[in-house]
């Protein structure tokens, strides 16, 4: 195990290296000839790159290591039994904790209650979210069991989006497209996807490539409609009170 | 700096662990996995953990203070070709070093059994953010309404989506999904938040928002683009 660790690392931290030193060097390039900022101001931008780019190695390799191949593990168990009930309902329960334990998406349901001066309550938004999101996980593993198209899913669902953007209240707006990125976290992005792919390559006749993605495009979709549904509801009832 | 730490793990703490046990729950009493993956996938736990606190903090100390100070420096100049140039390069090489965009790059490069370039995709993505941010950075000079400019690129992808081949549509509309990361976000934020603060008559609150999610239209469209070309 101890070598598949190390080997993990080493992979991990070559594509890091790859990934950070063009970032770093542009903003020396920027240091030098506009910023010009006090050496101690640079070192601790530099020391926190540093740190960046430790934890991305440990993150990187933690999820090549365990996450993806745990979550296709998954996908495969539950891909291939006869009652396809279960990987739904599988879906929708990680796709509901991934959305409740995540930080980002209370913050932004207290930033909704803020924009609607406390009529749309943040624990409120938190449940609705959080099962908006499960449903979407659900019909995204019905959409690979099934085998139907990811356009005839998303697409009604990006013109859903842009009515909605003419009726909803204007302060949704701006929340409701940042909201689309708050629910793909790191575990959204990891897990659920590396389970969409197994259980995608144990459907006959299913393409992995076709079928196994398109989740996380789902999960991203679910808090745009829901924000702007919200500021749709808060309209109206602004526009009854006036 | 030993508080930030302790923050940035707490919270990572709160959004791994729920899903983890029932992982661990699922491997014990379902599938029954072997001790030995049941130990790699704990260790893997902790790794992901440790590391994704190592970066935010990272991103706490170094990131935002960068992406500030370019931000400012953006404004102070007046210069639209400065602007410009500088933002596409900054959120360019920001997008390169997203977490989430490695990782997706890597697994679509695997499924598809090397046919998908890993470079490609990457050099797409990363285009794609660094265009979508120019002209959102461009809608908040020009005072553009945000809902226009959502609709037109909404139906953009709608329209490309009927010539993408299909190997290309599910990762492209995945890409646009995963940019919206812990690197991009923060740095994107912090330029445009600097913008438009010097700016005369622009809310910050209001011209602030809405750039992350423009920013992930830019992706969807660049790896169709991408597909598009190679089929």
Known sequence: ?242 | MREIFKDALKEVVQSIVPISLVVLLIQLFLIGSPADKIATFLLSVVMVALGFSFFLMGVKIGMLPMGEAIGGELAKRGSIIFLVVVTFMITFLATVAEPDVRVLTSTITAVSGDLISRSALIISIALGVGIFVVLSMLRIVYNVPIQYLYAASYLLVIVLSFFTPPDYLAISFDSGGVTTGPMTVPLILALGTGVASVMAGRSALSDGFGLIGFASIGPILGVMLLGVFLS
């Open chain 1, 1 to 242: 195990m101890i070598g598949t660790v190390l080997n993990s690392l080493r992979h991990a931290f070559i594509d890091v290296i790859q990934a950070i030193v063009p970032l770093i060097l542009f903003f020396l390039l920027f240091q030098v000839f506009h910023l010009r900022y006090p050496s101690r101001q640079v070192m601790k931008i530099l020391l926190g790159m540093a740190f960046t780019a430790v934890g991305m190695v440990l993150f990187l390799s933690g999820v090549f290591l365990g996450f993806l191949p745990t979550g296709q593990d998954m996908g495969r168990f539950f891909g291939s039994y006869e009652e396809k009930w279960v990987l739904i309902s599988v879906g929708v329960l990680l796709g509901f904790l991934a959305t409740f334990a995540e930080p980002a998406v209370r913050v932004l349901c207290y930033q909704v209650e803020k924009a609607s001066t406390g009529y749309i309550k943040s624990s409120l938004m938190l449940y609705t979210l959080s099962l908006g999101v499960a449903v979407l996980v659900g019909i995204g593993m019905a959409r690979i069991i099934y085998e139907i198209p990811l356009s005839h899913i998303i697409i009604p669902g990006y013109l859903l989006a842009i009515l909605l953007l003419f009726v909803s209240d204007r302060d949704f707006i701006g929340i409701s497209f940042d909201a689309g990125g708050v629910a793909t976290g790191p575990m959204a992005v990891t897990f659920l996807m590396a389970v969409a792919i197994g259980a995608a390559s144990v459907m006959e006749g299913g393409d992995p490539l076709v079928d196994g993605f398109g989740l996380i495009a789902l999960i991203a979709l679910a808090p745009i409609i829901f924000v702007l549904s919200l500021g749709v509801l808060f309209r109206l009832r602004k526009g009854d009170d006036g």
